[in-house]
């Protein structure tokens, strides 16, 4: 039985699917296929239901409920860090209020986050990867950096209006959850439960084998150092990677109750997990 995982092609991603990938778990009758595709494709591909698995972020579970659960790990929570939203080094931010920001997509975790944090600005949708260049340019008065903008904006010559995760944490107590894995629900109950289990397997297989889940993923790293890489995929692929927790589930419900309660996302959405 094919199942097709569909995840960004990020180092924090390859990280977590190593073992899939290079075929070191045995999958019984399951066989795993990988699309790499950016985040915000992915959030549109699974309102169509795809792909059985993916990633995709939090937010976009609000319109993909119906067609998909929340797998238990592979998790993405920001602990105390997430996207961060910054403008040139060179000029005075002077708040956030309607200005022209760049963002990754109107379906990230990152742009609900930022509508949370200020409401009131004018979205520029940039793929990911040119934000900086974006506002470098001029053409966005700021930018909403997410996978490795996040660390080396500075290096780059911008400078940090907010840490969104910062923000979050302060506000709530709580990790910030952005992304995570869900399964179609239309696979039955039975195959849900192993291919669950076999995604676990593989995150705790790449925890216990760093150093070659690590090569594996620096062919991912856009760029980063192997130190900068490391302390990437260890932000965002740990402990809570293999299982949210019981505050990591709440993280993602108050998320969703919030973007609800401010008007952001249409309806109510309840965070359904396997189990």
């Given at each position: 039985?094919?199942i097709?995982i569909?995840?960004s092609?990020d180092?924090?991603?390859?990280?977590m699917?190593?073992?899939?990938a290079?075929?070191?778990l045995?999958t019984?009758?399951f066989?795993f296929?990988h699309?790499l595709?950016?985040?915000?494709?992915?959030?549109?591909?699974?309102?169509?239901?795809?792909?059985?698995?993916?990633?995709v972020?939090?937010h976009?579970?609000?319109?993909?409920?119906?067609k998909?659960?929340?797998?238990?790990?592979?998790?993405?929570?920001?602990?105390?860090?997430?996207p961060?939203?910054?403008?040139?080094?060179?000029s005075?931010s002077?708040g956030?209020r309607?200005k022209?920001?760049?963002?990754?997509g109107r379906?990230?975790?990152?742009?609900l986050a930022?509508?949370?944090?200020?409401?009131?600005f004018?979205?520029?949708?940039?793929?990911?990867?040119?934000?900086?260049?974006v506002?470098?340019?001029?053409?966005?008065?700021?930018?909403l950096?997410i996978?490795?903008?996040?660390?080396t904006y500075a290096?780059e010559?911008f400078?940090?209006?907010?840490?969104l995760?910062?923000?979050w944490?302060?506000?709530?107590?709580l990790p910030?959850?952005l992304?995570?894995?869900?399964?179609?629900r239309?696979l039955g109950s039975?195959?849900i439960?192993?291919?669950s289990?076999?995604?676990?397997e593989?995150?705790r297989y790449?925890?216990?084998?760093?150093?070659a889940a690590?090569?594996?993923?620096?062919?991912?790293?856009?760029?980063?150092?192997?130190c900068q890489?490391?302390?990437f995929?260890?932000?965002y692929?740990n402990d809570?990677?293999?299982?949210?927790?019981?505050?990591g589930r709440?993280?993602?419900?108050l998320?969703?109750?919030?973007?609800?309660?401010?008007g952001?996302?249409?309806h109510?959405?309840v965070?359904d997990?396997v189990?």
């Open positions: 039985m094919e097709r569909a995840h092609p180092s924090d991603d390859a990280f699917f190593y073992a899939l290079k075929d070191k045995p019984g009758k066989h296929s699309t595709q950016d985040i915000e494709t992915l959030n549109r591909a699974a309102l169509k239901g795809e792909y059985e698995v993916s990633a972020s939090i976009a579970y609000a319109y993909i409920a119906d998909y659960a929340l797998l238990p790990s592979g998790a993405s929570m920001g602990e105390r860090y997430g961060v939203l910054v403008s040139r080094a060179d005075h002077g956030v309607g022209r920001i760049a963002i990754p379906m990230t975790s990152a742009y930022l509508k949370l944090f200020e409401p009131n004018s979205e520029v949708v940039v793929p990911f990867d040119q934000i900086m260049d506002v470098a340019r001029g053409e966005a008065e700021a930018g950096l996978h490795e903008g996040q660390l290096l010559g400078q940090k209006i907010v840490d995760g910062e923000w944490n302060d506000q709530t107590g910030l959850p992304g995570g894995n869900v399964i179609r239309d039975a195959a439960g192993e291919v289990r076999l995604l676990r593989s995150i790449s925890l216990e084998h760093r150093e690590l090569t594996h993923a620096m062919g991912y790293a856009r760029g980063l150092e192997t890489a490391d302390r995929v260890g932000m692929v809570r990677t293999l299982d949210y927790g019981p505050d709440r993280a993602v419900q998320f969703l109750d919030r973007a609800f309660e401010k952001i996302i249409p109510r959405v965070a997990f189990d």
